[in-house]
């Protein structure tokens, strides 16, 4: 009879304890299978984090204070109005409702795909493996750096504005690859975290996008945000 290790019996445990705290609203976990479509991270005693960890130390010593700012300002925010200077000043939670619902719903989403590599892969953060770094954003205990959920719900909130705002596109996605950047620069994420984190975003938009109930809400935050910024409702 085959042994079921306390490990493995823990890690199904979280991620069932996960599952439950988390109803889906577009995609589900089992849908994507972040565990299965993402490269096992680099190992803490790898020739790849050690330089992963020396590019922390060089952004660490190079750093402004306008790059400080902006990070520490990123790490506390994970909502679609992070493209505020993308989009419009118009562009805030307070005047758009429906864009509003509609983006926690993507990044809700968003939590519970990333959860079960979080616990599969269970990486070390940089700054819990190399205690010389100093970090300026918050940090964390768990073992949980791959990917990044900041990254992962940048990208996959990039992507669904894009459907909105399709005229923005290259803004948008330079705006989402600053964003996850400053994970760099906040001294929290290992580089190919951020990698992982673009390729999950992609893989799990290419399901959700195809989605009728996303789908139905896209086009109704789509609506009221068009009008809000006198664009044309219909999009080609």
């Known amino acids: 009879m085959k042994v079921i290790t306390f490990p493995v019996l823990l890690f199904f445990a979280l991620l069932s304890n996960g599952a439950q705290a988390r109803e889906p609203n577009f995609v589900t976990a089992d849908q994507v299978r972040a565990v299965q479509i993402l490269p096992t991270p680099p190992g803490n005693d790898s020739a790849e984090t050690r330089e992963e960890l020396a590019k922390l130390h060089r952004l660490e010593k190079s750093r402004t204070p306008l790059q400080v700012q902006a990070a520490t300002t990123d790490d506390k925010d994970e909502t679609i109005f992070l493209f505020r200077n993308i989009i419009d000043t118009r562009f805030t939670a307070a005047a758009l409702p429906l864009t509003s619902a509609f983006s926690e719903r993507v990044k809700s989403d968003a939590g519970g795909i990333a959860a079960p590599a979080k616990i ?41 504005l894009i459907d909105m705002v399709p005229e923005k596109r290259d803004a948008i996605l330079a705006r989402a690859a600053d964003y996850a950047n400053n994970r760099l620069i906040c001294g929290v994420q290992y580089e190919s975290d951020l990698q992982a984190s673009k390729l999950l975003a992609y893989s799990t938009f290419a399901l959700m996008a195809n989605q009728p109930q996303y789908k139905k809400e896209m086009l109704e935050a789509r609506t009221e945000l068009r009008r809000a910024l006198g664009l044309p409702v219909a999009v080609d």
Not at 132 to 149: A, F, M, N, R, V
């Open 120 to 160: 599969g892969f269970l990486r070390v953060h940089p700054y819990n493996l190399d205690k010389t770094l100093q970090p300026i954003c918050e940090t964390k205990i768990k073992d949980d750096s791959y990917p990044s959920g900041h990254t992962f719900a940048g990208y996959l909130l990039a992507l669904a």
